[in-house]
């Protein structure tokens, strides 16, 4: 029985551990523009959102549920773009154990350039948050925020 209970215990531990990112990538728009480019996933998601904004909160559980859904399909790819400052990189870390979030986190650090990578990922994007580009195959195909 006892272990039983180690390995159910060791299966959880690694199940929590690797729901949580160690570290969370500092990125510019072109470094995020050619993750994106770089990806081989036949589907990406790319959502854009902070801790600080509650329509973001609220929709990242459907988030996740369909990242576990699709966990190790190589043909899925799910990137949770943070807007958040990085001097907040302690606040995202903390949410992202609280939330269990299982998909890819990166901070895009380049708030100061935002009026010039926003119109690039639609020219009718304003820079509201959540934000949600989708692409199949490398292309852009559906894009939707909150209006």
């Not at 943070?82 to 609280?98: A, G, H, M, N, P």
């Not at 979030?101 to 990578?117: F, G, I, P, Q, S």
Request: with cysteine; charged share 30%; glycine share 2%.
């Amino acid at each position: 029985m006892r272990k039983f209970i180690f390995i159910l215990f060791l299966a959880f531990s690694f199940q929590v551990a690797r729901s949580q990112q160690e570290s969370i990538p500092f990125l510019r728009y072109e470094e995020l523009e050619k993750r994106i480019a770089d990806e081989n996933a036949e589907l990406l998601i790319v959502n854009f959102w902070a801790t600080t904004c509650a329509p973001c909160v609220k929709e990242l559980p459907h988030f996740m549920e369909v990242n576990r859904k699709y966990e190790g399909d190589l043909n899925f790819k799910m990137l949770l773009v943070s807007l958040d400052r990085t001097k907040d990189i302690e606040r995202v870390k903390k949410f992202i154990r609280e939330k269990s979030l299982t998909a890819e986190v990166v901070l895009l650090d380049d708030n100061k350039r935002m009026n010039t990578w926003i119109p690039r990922f639609n020219s009718d994007w304003g820079g509201e948050i959540p934000a949600t580009v989708f692409y199949k195959k490398g292309k852009k195909f559906f894009f939707i925020t909150v209006r």
